[in-house]
Structure formats: structure tokens, C-alpha cells
């Protein structure tokens, strides 16, 4: 059964630096997301991705984070100066349509010192 | 925008007894309510899901309900085992504002005994 795989599965980095989190979406899939959930709380919206571009964001999703699609597999989230709050765990998420159901990758927890 | 409760925040079964988990939305919209199941470690799977066009549907041992009318939507587990223990998050997604990204409850945390 097709999945989506997020790499890696846990960053440790330090306050101040840039991190990239990797996510491969189901192949035929169109609509792209972004969550994160910090420990013990809801998992909250950051940010859709469809047709090379973003479709929604939070107020999460401020200029710290970007997003891309750099190839036609791979979709990544960049936080360009890390801080403390950023710890969390990021899940990556896709559909085939807008209105189907999402389809979660197992996350990455990130760490930041 | 919508808002997602649901209770019990943790809720702890023994063996074989049946879990009832409930949520409320409040966008009369929304119009899709998806369940989730997430183990440690992992993100979260769905696991049942209903549309507004239906009151209820089964699946082997869980079931969804929904009232559209008081706006709210339950998970019933029955015959509950070990390894149905997890946090449980309902969601509600719609055209409402159109907006197509789901809003999560807090999620509720399921012990089963065995």
C-alpha cells in the first residue's frame, strides 16, 4: 500500500540554525501539507502546497517557514532560524484530491537546543 | 473559523468494553469528519470517516455517528483489546469558508486494561 515517508525521523539542531525536513507524498497525489504537533497537543495546520505553489497557511507559517517542491517526488519544509518553540513533531501529509482524505507520513521530531 | 471539541481528554477501558469518544464542530458547513488513530511514534492513521449525507457507519468493531443537527459526531470501539490503545483525534473538514483543511480536536488518550 502506497505511504508517505518523511526523512529523518528525528533532527536535533541548535537555536538560530536552518533545518530541512524531507517528505515523499503518495505518487499521484496533487495536494501537499504540512503539521506539526507539539508534544502532548493537537496537531495543527501549517501550510497546503498544490500546482507548485501554496494554496493556504496558518499564521503558524510565518517567514521563518518556506516549503518546496524541488523535484517531482520530493516536498520539503525549511525553518531558517530555528527557535526553542520549533520543537515539535512535523508530519507532512498529501491527497489525491482537495476534498480526500489526507493521508499522514510518520513524522519527524524536531529538536531544537 | 471551525472549531473542533472533544472529550474525554483520556479515557481508560478494560478489555473488551466498548470507548465512546465525542466531538463537536461548530461550521454547519463542515461536511466530512474523519477519525484518526495515532501510536507512539507515529503520525495518525485514519481509521473511519464519515460525510454529512449519513448518520452512521460501521466498521468491523468501531462506528462513527453523526447528528448534523446538534453538530456533533462520536467514535464508538466496542470488543476493545490492548492494542486499541492510542490517541484517538476527530477532525472536521468542509467547504465552509472554503477552506478544504480539516480542523483536529485536542485528541483523546485510550488505555485499554488488559
Known amino acids: 500500500?502506497?505511504?508517505?515517508?518523511?526523512?529523518?525521523?528525528?533532527?536535533?539542531?541548535?537555536?538560530?540554525?536552518?533545518?530541512?525536513?524531507?517528505?515523499?507524498?503518495?505518487?499521484?497525489?496533487?495536494?501537499?501539507?504540512?503539521?506539526?504537533?507539539?508534544?502532548g497537543q493537537k496537531v495543527e495546520f501549517l501550510v497546503s502546497f498544490y500546482n507548485n505553489e501554496i494554496s493556504e497557511k496558518s499564521e503558524i507559517f510565518d517567514d521563518q517557514f518556506s516549503v518546496e517542491r524541488p523535484d517531482g517526488s520530493n516536498f520539503t519544509l525549511k525553518i531558517r532560524s530555528t527557535k526553542l518553540e520549533d520543537s515539535a513533531m512535523y508530519f507532512c501529509a498529501s491527497t489525491g484530491q482537495r476534498t480526500d482524505t489526507q493521508y499522514f507520513g510518520p513524522g519527524t521530531r524536531l529538536t531544537v537546543l | 473559523g471551525?472549531?473542533?471539541?472533544?472529550?474525554?481528554?483520556?479515557?481508560?477501558?478494560?478489555?473488551?468494553?466498548?470507548?465512546?469518544?465525542?466531538?463537536?464542530?461548530?461550521?454547519?458547513?463542515?461536511?466530512?469528519?474523519?477519525?484518526?488513530?495515532?501510536?507512539?511514534?507515529?503520525?495518525?492513521?485514519?481509521?473511519?470517516?464519515?460525510?454529512?449525507n449519513v448518520g452512521e457507519k460501521k466498521d468491523q468493531r468501531i462506528a462513527v455517528t453523526l447528528n448534523k443537527t446538534a453538530k456533533h459526531f462520536s467514535l464508538h470501539i466496542t470488543e476493545t483489546q490492548p492494542e486499541d490503545s492510542a490517541v484517538y483525534f476527530c477532525a472536521a473538514k468542509g467547504p465552509g469558508g472554503g477552506s478544504y483543511i480539516p480542523t483536529f480536536g485536542r485528541g483523546t488518550s485510550l488505555i485499554v486494561h488488559p
Request: charged share 20%; glycine share 4%; aromatic share 12%.
Open chain 2, 2 to 52: 471551525e472549531n473542533v471539541e472533544q472529550h474525554p481528554s483520556t479515557l481508560s477501558v478494560q478489555e473488551g468494553d466498548s470507548a465512546v469518544i465525542k466531538c463537536t464542530y461548530s461550521d454547519s458547513a463542515s461536511n466530512y469528519f474523519p477519525w484518526y488513530k495515532q501510536e507512539l511514534g507515529k503520525g495518525p492513521q485514519l481509521i473511519i470517516d464519515i460525510r454529512s
Open chain 1, 1 to 39: 500500500e502506497p505511504e508517505v515517508t518523511q526523512t529523518p525521523s528525528h533532527q536535533v539542531t541548535q537555536m538560530g540554525q536552518e533545518v530541512i525536513l524531507r517528505c515523499v507524498p503518495i505518487s499521484n497525489h496533487l495536494y501537499f501539507y504540512w503539521y506539526r504537533q507539539i508534544l
